[in-house]
């Protein structure tokens, strides 16, 4: 898997817009860009993937540079309940493995 | 949709049981499932891929024979810690790959197991 780069936490006001970069420099042509976060004491759970194209879903929007080497997850509106830690992982296509680097812990202040 | 379930959620055993766990696909087919490893303050480990129907393929440093898994059906897996001791108190989640259906995967919400 092409290895990710993720500051390690940030904050992030209620109602604002909380954007979550990822580097990823040595991403090969046909690697996705995967996000998915974990609250505490629970499973991860997907947000949103995304290959060339910006990507929006009901819980995000993935911008992915057009040289692909960084990307960045925008929650719109967070909330408190959008505190967890946001992994960005690229699986390797056919290798079907997601390998979970340490994330960016998301604190969401009221 | 793609909701996986884990059974049971949390589990307390004696040192020297043997405990099962479950993963269930309950709304897709996974012909591939995962087992992961959480320590506290830690990020998820993959330990084993679970393949329906053959054997499962144990990341470096597992011991296949200590976690025992079985993926005999398209929606369940099993993850058996064999002769378990406190070491292997850990967060277990187990995640399911919708077959055919490229490279997203859907996680359980986990099993704590503690060993006394």
């Known amino acids: 898997d092409a290895k990710t780069t993720q500051p390690p936490s940030m904050d992030c006001a209620e109602g604002r817009a909380a954007n979550l970069p990822c580097n990823h420099s040595?991403?090969?042509?046909?690697?996705?860009v995967y996000w998915y976060r974990q609250i505490h004491s629970q499973g991860p759970q997907y947000i949103i993937h995304?290959?060339?194209n910006n990507e929006t879903n009901e819980m995000a929007s993935l911008i992915i540079t057009e040289d692909r080497k960084s990307s960045t997850l925008i929650l719109p509106h967070a909330t408190l309940r959008d505190t967890a830690v946001y992994y960005c992982?690229?699986?390797?296509?056919?290798?079907?493995?997601?390998?979970f680097g340490q994330g960016t812990r998301l604190t969401i202040n009221p | 949709g793609a909701v996986v379930s884990q059974h049971p959620s949390r589990v307390i055993c004696k040192s020297g049981t043997s405990v099962k766990i479950e993963c269930r696909s309950l709304?897709?087919?996974?012909?591939?499932m995962f087992w992961y490893r959480q320590f506290p303050k830690k990020s998820l480990m993959l330990m084993a891929t679970?393949?329906?129907?053959?054997?499962?393929?144990?990341e470096q440093g597992v011991e296949k024979d200590k976690f025992l898994i079985n993926h005999a059906s398209l929606t369940l897996s099993t993850l058996t810690v064999t002769s378990a001791h406190p070491e292997d108190s850990s967060f277990y989640i187990c995640?399911?790959?919708?077959?055919?259906?490229?490279?997203?995967?859907?996680f359980g919400p986990g099993t704590r197991l503690l060993v006394l």
């Open positions: 709304d897709f087919q996974a012909t591939t």
């Open positions: 995304g290959l060339k």
């Open positions: 040595t991403i090969s042509g046909n690697e996705y």
């Open positions: 992982i690229l699986p390797s296509v056919g290798a079907q493995k997601l390998v």
């Open positions: 679970s393949n329906e129907g053959s054997k499962a393929t144990y």
């Open positions: 995640s399911a790959r919708p077959t055919g259906i490229g490279e997203t995967q859907y």
